[in-house]
């Protein structure tokens, strides 16, 4: 069964920092998309950043400088680095894999709250 856990969520405080983690597992990394959403109580989800199997880098404008996307194709792992964090952050993030024009596999998600 294919499977993406996310995990690295937590509380921290305005201007602090998270890695989240995304470990694929039944499938390989290499060869597909991979997005980072995050939904915020009552508001849509969003997408916040993405990694393409040719690397190619995407970020949305609200978190561009500020996070960063990667990923370690010997874990089999992708990476959300969210540096300055904003209390406007807080969501609960998902990542999920791209096939064609959908993502059809999801984490269950990590919460992340941001707040003093």
């Known amino acids: 069964q294919v499977q993406l856990v996310e995990s690295g969520g937590g509380l921290v405080n305005p201007g602090g920092s998270l890695r989240l983690s995304c470990a694929a597992s039944?499938?390989?990394?290499?060869?597909?998309?991979i997005g980072w959403f995050r939904q915020a109580p009552g508001k849509e989800r969003e997408g916040v950043s993405y990694?393409?199997?040719?690397?190619?880098?995407y970020s949305a404008a609200s978190v561009k400088g500020r996070f960063t996307i990667s990923s370690d194709s010997a874990k089999n792992t992708v990476y959300l680095q969210m540096n300055s964090l904003k209390p406007e952050d807080t969501a609960v993030y998902y990542c999920?894999?791209?096939?064609?024009?959908?993502?059809?596999?999801w984490g269950q998600g990590t919460q992340v709250t941001v707040s003093s």
């Open positions: 999920a894999r791209r096939f064609g024009t959908t993502y059809d596999y």
């Open positions: 990694i393409s199997f040719t690397d190619d880098l």
């Open positions: 039944r499938f390989t990394l290499d060869y597909y998309n």
